[in-house]
């Protein structure tokens, strides 16, 4: 889930000519190294992760979760927890936008108190998803510390959020539009940029 402007579009779905007119930013070998510093980094910065758990915020977030699991497990052999935090009831636009589908929430058997919590999440806009998910984390337990780490990192914020681990910085204008797409909902790797009103709203 994303802070509510970056829309993805199914690969069974026709492209139209606006789709088609969005340029990738990332391809999927560039997803793949991102990912692969992200995981060594949270590696380097919690001095091993043993205490770590990761949160995906669904949809896309939950597969990144899992893939920086699979990393870290390759690297450190280390089977890190995983799972997902839906926070679609916590957002603060719920009544301004159409009804949600509430998603999966997934907590690891050992729970959350006394852990680093790592969240996951696709792209970093104007950081309310990320606010929606610290008020969930605060109904389920009581981490010793969150850290925050995200595919792309489009700026814009509007509440003083900051990702911990970033795969790019991606400087964009409100009028542009970010669509993550990953191998597991889309069919494929990669990270485009299009206009609002030329391609995603």
């Known amino acids: 889930m994303t802070d509510g402007t970056e829309t993805t579009v199914s690969p069974a779905a026709p492209a139209s000519a606006a789709q088609a007119a969005m340029r990738a930013v990332l391809d999927a070998s560039a997803v793949s190294r991102a990912l692969t510093r992200i995981a060594h980094e949270i590696l380097e910065?919690?001095?091993?992760?043993?205490?770590?758990?990761?949160?995906?915020?669904?949809?896309?977030?939950?597969?990144?979760?899992?893939?920086?699991?699979?990393?870290?497990?390759?690297?450190?052999?280390?089977?890190?927890?995983?799972?997902t935090l839906d926070v679609t009831m916590y957002?603060?636009?719920?009544?301004?936008?159409?009804?949600?589908?509430?998603?999966?929430?997934?907590?690891?058997s050992g729970g959350i108190d006394g852990k680093l919590v790592v969240l996951v999440d696709d792209v970093l806009f104007s950081g309310r998803t990320i606010r929606a998910a610290l008020d969930a984390l605060g109904d389920i337990g009581r981490p010793r510390a969150v850290q925050l780490a995200v595919l792309v990192d489009r700026g814009h914020r509007e509440l003083p959020?900051?990702?911990?681990?970033?795969?790019?910085n991606l400087p964009t204008a409100q009028r542009e539009t970010v669509q993550v797409r990953l191998a597991e909902t889309d069919g494929q790797d990669a990270v485009l940029l299009g206009v609002k009103g030329a391609g995603a709203r």
């Open 45 to 83: 910065r919690t001095q091993g992760a043993d205490d770590a758990v990761l949160l995906g915020i669904p949809t896309r977030g939950a597969h990144l979760a899992t893939r920086l699991g699979a990393q870290i497990a390759a690297v450190e052999g280390l089977e890190l927890p995983i799972g």
């Open 161 to 168: 959020i900051r990702a911990d681990y970033v795969g790019k």
């Open 91 to 108: 957002r603060d636009d719920l009544r301004l936008r159409p009804a949600r589908a509430i998603k999966r929430t997934e907590i690891p």
